[in-house]
């Protein structure tokens, strides 16, 4: 059953009611490997539900368009002095819908249509806010994009720096979602300030582990620090920017009045629970232990002939090229999530398939983590996903349909907030 209760949805609308304990369940009952995906907390969801979403603070504390704010602006403050905190910067943004209008902010703050900018391309591990030519990014802006060498699967700082001296971006973004190796932060700011370029990390992918010690943190490299709060950070679907003091007004104005309306205060205030929990030792563990998972599944996979792109992982993220085991990225995806192991098919740098046909998939390990699984765990997930995928080749769904029972039983054993089995 769905945490906290849904009895009045139930009364009121029994199909939505329906389905969204359904949805619990399935997230019981799976193990859920995207990496972009996490299990928040009670106190995040009851913040995120709760009357909070009636009210509109368009502005900032103290200088709003609407009366009635004796509440709202402390719990913005909050907000932002923890992130200010727990981030080590001057100043934090925690207004943004998500994260890519947080970083459509940074465009609109720092640079005019047709401007140069730089980012990672998506097909290499970029975001498609980072430039990609189907995002507003990659069309209102002239969009440079770099990549990993074919050769190490890895960012090659050389190659960015020619590449940046070459086309002198105003906006180097660095940062993306496919990443499986640590960022270098440093050297990227070396490289945006040789070019005269404004340097934006994106954390959305390792505010978490950022935040628990467990990845170097951009700030004091970076001129701006866009983050989802939604991902390893483990809080409600959300976005911060974070900024050193220079740049601060000029983004407060590019997320209000410049992009956005009213805040969505709601979830506001699940941001502030949310970086109070990323404050405690125990999240620092939880960081930590999301490591030391994502290794311990890399081992298990590379020991069964997978190939890792780059080798393995330093994060929460493991990407697989599937051309080995001649099977595409979605129909082993298809399969896996028949065998309750839920992840997504992506493609993998220099590609020869189609985006939505790739070789790859992408797998990770912050919501098993959270789940409580150990890297005492990684060798059985590995080889069910072997099994899995095996099955998937032959067309064997009795031996899909075996894993995902097992997968079901292994995780009962594992408490999810947001639902309590029905005994
Ligand atoms: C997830 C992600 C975003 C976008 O976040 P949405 O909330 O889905 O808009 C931006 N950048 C990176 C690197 C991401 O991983």
């Given at each position: ?6 009895s009045h ?8 009611a ?9 997230q019981?009952?799976k ?6 995906e996490?299990?928040?907390?009670m106190?995040v969801?009851e913040?995120s ?11 900032y504390a103290?200088r ?18 923890r992130a200010?905190?727990?981030?080590g910067?001057?100043?934090a943004?925690v207004?943004?819908y998500?994260?890519s209008?947080?970083?459509l ?5 720092f640079?005019?249509?047709?401007d ?8 290499m591990?970029?975001h498609l806010?980072?430039?990609w ?13 770099y990549?990993?060498r ?18 002198r971006?105003k ?19 070396q490289?945006?300030?040789e070019a005269?370029?404004?340097l934006?990390a ?10 628990g010690g467990a990845?170097?943190?951009p ?10 709060t939604?991902k ?5 679907r ?5 900024t050193?003091a220079e740049?601060a ?6 997320v209000?009045?410049?992009?956005q ?6 979830t506001t ?13 125990e999240?620092?563990e ?10 311990a599944?890399?081992a ?9 792109i780059?080798?393995?992982s ?6 697989i090229?599937l051309?080995p085991q001649?099977?595409?990225?979605k ?11 839920e ?12 985006p939505f046909?790739?070789?790859g ?5 912050p919501?098993?983590?959270t789940?409580?699984?150990?890297p ?5 997930v ?7 995928i095996?099955?998937a ?6 031996t899909i ?13 594992f408490?999810m907030?947001?639902?309590a089995?029905?005994p």
């Amino acid at each position: 059953m769905h945490q906290p209760p849904l009895s009045h949805l139930e009364g009121t609308d029994p199909e939505i009611a329906a389905l969204v304990e359904s949805e619990a369940r399935r997230q019981f009952e799976k193990l859920r490997m995207i990496p972009s995906e996490n299990y928040v907390s009670m106190a995040v969801l009851e913040a995120s539900g709760s009357v909070l979403t009636n009210k509109y603070s368009e502005g900032y504390a103290g200088r709003r368009y609407y009366e009635g704010q004796q509440f709202i602006d402390p719990i913005e403050l909050v907000a932002i002095q923890r992130a200010k905190d727990l981030f080590g910067v001057d100043h934090a943004n925690v207004q943004p819908y998500s994260g890519s209008p947080a970083n459509l902010a940074v465009y609109l703050a720092f640079a005019s249509p047709g401007d140069t900018v730089m980012g990672m391309a998506l097909p290499m591990g970029g975001h498609l806010t980072h430039g990609w030519a189907v995002s507003v990014t990659g069309k209102w802006f002239r969009s440079v994009q770099y990549g990993v060498r074919a050769d190490t699967g890895r960012i090659d700082l050389d190659e960015v720096r020619d590449l940046a001296l070459k086309e002198r971006p105003k906006i180097i973004f660095c940062g993306g979602t496919a990443i499986p190796r640590v960022i270098d932060f440093a050297g990227f700011a070396q490289i945006a300030s040789e070019a005269g370029a404004l340097l934006v990390a994106d954390i959305a992918h390792i505010a978490g582990l950022i935040a628990g010690g467990a990845h170097p943190s951009p700030a004091g490299h970076a001129n701006v620090i866009t983050t989802t709060t939604h991902k390893t950070l483990r809080g409600p679907r959300g976005a911060m920017i974070m900024t050193d003091a220079e740049h601060a007004s000029a983004i407060d104005k590019a997320v209000f009045p410049g992009l956005q309306g009213g805040p969505h205060d709601h979830t506001t205030a699940a941001i502030a629970v949310t970086l109070k929990e990323a404050a405690t030792p125990e999240f620092g563990e939880y960081a930590h232990r999301v490591v030391a998972n994502s290794r311990a599944l890399a081992a298990a996979l590379t020991e069964r002939g997978y190939s890792l792109i780059s080798g393995g992982s330093d994060n929460h993220l493991i990407l697989i090229d599937l051309t080995p085991q001649e099977i595409a990225g979605k129909p082993a995806a298809r399969a896996l999530d028949r065998a309750g192991i839920e992840v997504n098919y992506n493609t993998v740098p220099f590609d020869t398939r189609r985006p939505f046909d790739p070789s790859g998939i992408r797998i990770g390990t912050p919501a098993i983590t959270t789940r409580g699984l150990t890297p005492g765990h990684m060798p059985q997930v590995a080889a069910w996903m072997d099994e899995a995928i095996s099955a998937a080749i032959k067309d064997d769904e009795a031996t899909i349909g075996r894993i995902a029972g097992a997968v079901r039983d292994l995780l009962t054993g594992f408490p999810m907030p947001g639902y309590a089995p029905t005994p």
